[in-house]
């Protein structure tokens, strides 16, 4: 038989390739004459085949048989062998020649386990050397060998529902190679032969274990994501077919449409492997899908039942919820079955919703806006930064849910002629900005327990930061509410890669949220710059291709392109902001433009930004507003935000060039430093200055009573995190060695 790379040749170029021609064992040998071979002027293809094989000495005229193949084709042997689809638009691949086919197909009905070991010894004839069979070990201990058996298909006339007659579709056979997992002919097929059902469209999302939902979000049967589920159930549950996906160049088969009757899952309606060019035993399958193919090739949608909503109107009105974040609430009860538990908070962005969905409870954030009309392509950012951040040894951040069907963790909603940006993601207990309130409260109150407890807290919030730096990203909007606990059993559940703090006998796992005002490198630790004078983001390339259905999956490829997350040189994006006032780093504005290396050192400063976040918010604790100012909510934080910022900027022109902004200022910074002739720590002085009277009193006596030298330690860290000088600042890995988390006292 001739090799694939000589299909549709004219035949005096097929005869003059090489190899020419593959003969059959003990002289047994086949020549397949494709129905698209040129014809040879004034002969027909079939004399001019036979007059070939004379001239090149095979064999005589008189030892040649031929015949027809559905009428389409030609095979020319010297003795009966497996009959083959011609190339010409052949419907089957049929196996009446090949008793030892017969047996296994016949077997496959009634043992399908005694059938794969049949199938077993029938492909090892001759398989390659270097390639093995797949043999998958059972938690029971049982071997199972990943081989999708040849079976028949039965061909359904759509018009009439009747029965026309039978595919018999070929052997493919899982094998180890190189690059792991391989899809491979286990016999010769031709063009436009059916090779499997591609069942993955059709397995039931309740019968499947294990299981990350991929793309056709909205139909009832889910398609499988064979990259994520474990081989057995693939062989067992459905078609193997699904581990040729992504292979969109140079594909040797493709995805078809056909009415007719799964032999795995036993829908009416399923998705075919079709041989897009001929194929000899042991190639290799290669093949792409779509997002699109289910709707391209009507694969009926089914109805979902509409999900339960247990928010009523009054707790939307509460938590003035949008109107666009209300009716992308309502796409994902309608029309993906979502059960909308509760709102669990309202940002700048967007609502945040706990959710049920296939007996998942998790969170789904929706954007405020139309996706395209922000820069940054509103939530989605935070899909792409908490991918990334997913990469890592350390879990830092929220992790993203993919179980709903959404690969990346994102999807767009479509309401009217708007598309919503949506995030799905782990659902935690609650965010950490009670528990600095209470630390908070606890030491105006003079509760003596409470350093140990503000001590864990702090370590852990400044790990997880500490390990997003290492993994070149930056918060840009930290405070104790972007940041986030998940309760756990006890100190027991406490385990290497997580960061963990325990407040009045309770253990909290912490992690960071809220990415929408973040920065990133790429993969490559490529730093991007982010500046002000930039287009947005690129469009998610995937929803441009398509009729997009009303619940878009976005692709992790299109987060990686939009976000420039496998880009090998840097890029200019949209700079998001200085986050929340309170927390703004002292010149967060600055741009590095016209400097070396600028996307670096914007990414330092960054950084620094954030350990003066940290620094804010441990000040918070010790330093609160006053009370007279406590009810004027947001001008009240600016206010001692200013003044905090103003402190710090004093302290450091005194220290680099022995003036302050003012006389005046000098004066006054002096006068609140000086105490008892000594000088003393600027945050002192500006705790002290900020709350006169018996407000100051819980700090004077923690510095003046027995855990003093802890509380100095502390305020000498919170000075070094909040220095004005991004240069001078304590980073967070840095802060981790400070003595303050690990004092040890004297016995």
């Excluded at 006054?668 to 720590?681: C, D, H, L």
Aim: proline share 4%.
């Amino acid at each position: 038989m001739w090799r694939q790379k000589n299909a549709g040749l004219p035949l005096q170029d097929v005869f003059t390739s090489q190899p020419m021609m593959t003969p059959r064992d003990q002289g047994v040998w086949t020549v397949v004459l494709p129905g698209l071979c040129s014809r040879e002027a004034g002969t027909s293809p079939l004399r001019a085949a036979k007059r070939k094989l004379q001239d090149t000495g095979f064999l005589a005229e008189a030892d040649i048989t031929s015949r027809n193949v559905l009428g389409q084709g030609r095979i020319l042997s010297n003795s009966a062998c497996c009959c083959l689809a011609s190339e010409a638009g052949g419907k089957s691949c049929t196996q009446d020649h090949d008793p030892e086919l017969q047996a296994i197909i016949a077997l496959a009905k009634t043992d399908s386990d005694g059938a794969r070991l049949l199938a077993k010894t029938y492909i090892e004839k001759n398989i390659p050397e270097g390639r093995k069979i797949h043999v998958i070990k059972l938690d029971n201990g049982q071997q199972l060998l990943a081989i999708q058996l040849p079976f028949e298909s039965p061909i359904i006339r759509f018009s009439t529902g009747a029965q026309v007659g039978v595919d018999h579709l070929p052997l493919l056979y899982l094998a180890e190679g190189k690059h792991g997992l391989h899809l491979y002919m286990g016999q010769h097929t031709f063009k436009d032969t059916f090779l499997t059902a591609y069942d993955g469209m059709v397995v039931d999302s309740n019968k499947v274990e294990d299981f990350r939902w991929a793309i056709s979000l909205g139909y009832k049967t889910l398609c499988v994501d064979g990259s994520k589920v474990r081989i057995e159930v693939q062989v067992i549950k459905g078609s193997l077919g699904c581990f040729s996906n992504h292979k969109e160049h140079n594909s040797l088969a493709s995805f078809v449409h056909r009415d007719v009757i799964s032999p795995v899952s036993g829908h009416s309606k399923s998705i075919h492997l079709k041989a897009k060019q001929s194929a000899v035993q042991h190639d290799e399958i290669t093949s792409f899908y779509t997002p699109g193919s289910a709707r391209r090739h009507d694969i009926p949608r089914e109805d979902v039942i509409a999900g339960c909503n247990n928010i009523t109107d009054a707790q939307l009105t509460e938590a003035g919820l949008s109107k666009l974040v209300v009716s992308g609430m309502q796409v994902l009860q309608e029309q993906g079955g979502y059960d909308l538990l509760a709102v669990l908070g309202k940002g700048g962005f967007g609502g945040v919703l706990k959710v049920r969905h296939c007996g998942n409870v998790f969170a789904v954030k929706l954007g405020s806006s139309p996706y395209d009309t922000s820069l940054r392509h509103d939530v989605l950012v935070e899909a792409a930064v908490m991918g990334l951040a997913a990469r890592g040894s350390n879990q830092f951040s929220l992790r993203l849910h993919v179980s709903a069907g959404w690969s990346s963790g994102a999807a767009l909603l479509k309401s009217g002629a708007n598309r919503i940006a949506a995030v799905a993601m782990q659902c935690a207990d609650s965010s950490a900005h009670t528990l600095w309130c209470t630390m908070s409260t606890r030491f105006q109150t003079g509760d003596v327990q409470l350093l140990p407890d503000f001590r864990s807290v702090l370590k852990a919030t400044t790990q997880v930061i500490a390990w997003a730096h290492q993994q070149e990203l930056v918060h840009g909007d930290l405070h104790a509410g972007n940041v986030f606990l998940i309760r756990l059993a006890g100190h027991g559940a406490v385990g290497s890669g997580i960061a963990t703090c325990c407040v009045l006998g309770k253990w909290y796992q912490v992690l960071l949220g809220d990415w929408g005002l973040a920065r990133w490198s790429s993969l490559s630790d490529v730093a991007h710059c982010f500046t002000e004078s930039v287009k947005a983001h690129p469009p998610i390339r995937g929803l441009l291709r398509e009729v997009a259905p009303v619940i878009f999956p976005v692709s992790v490829q299109d987060l990686n392109v939009s976000y420039g997350l496998q880009r090998k040189t840097p890029a200019d994006f949209p700079h998001p902001g200085g986050g929340s006032y309170m927390i703004r780093a002292p010149n967060w504005k600055r741009r590095f433009e016209g400097e070396d290396d600028i996307n670096r050192k914007q990414r330092d400063f960054d950084q620094s930004g954030d350990a003066w976040a940290l620094g804010v918010m441990a000040a918070r604790v010790i330093a609160p507003r006053p009370k007279k100012e406590q009810g004027k909510d947001q001008e009240g934080h600016k206010v001692w935000a200013q003044q905090l910022r103003t402190a710090s900027e004093n302290a450091f022109k005194i220290e680099a060039h022995g003036h302050a902004a003012s006389s005046r200022a000098k004066r006054a910074f002096e006068s609140i430093q000086a105490e008892q002739g000594n000088v003393i720590p600027w945050i002192i002085g500006f705790c002290r200055k900020l709350n006169s009277g018996n407000t100051w009193d819980p700090l004077f006596h923690r510095l003046n009573g027995a855990e003093a030298e802890q509380w100095n330690l502390l305020l000498d860290l919170l000075q070094s995190q909040l220095n004005y000088s991004s240069r001078n600042r304590m980073k967070p890995m840095r802060a981790l060695e400070h003595a303050f988390f690990s004092y040890t006292p004297a016995e």
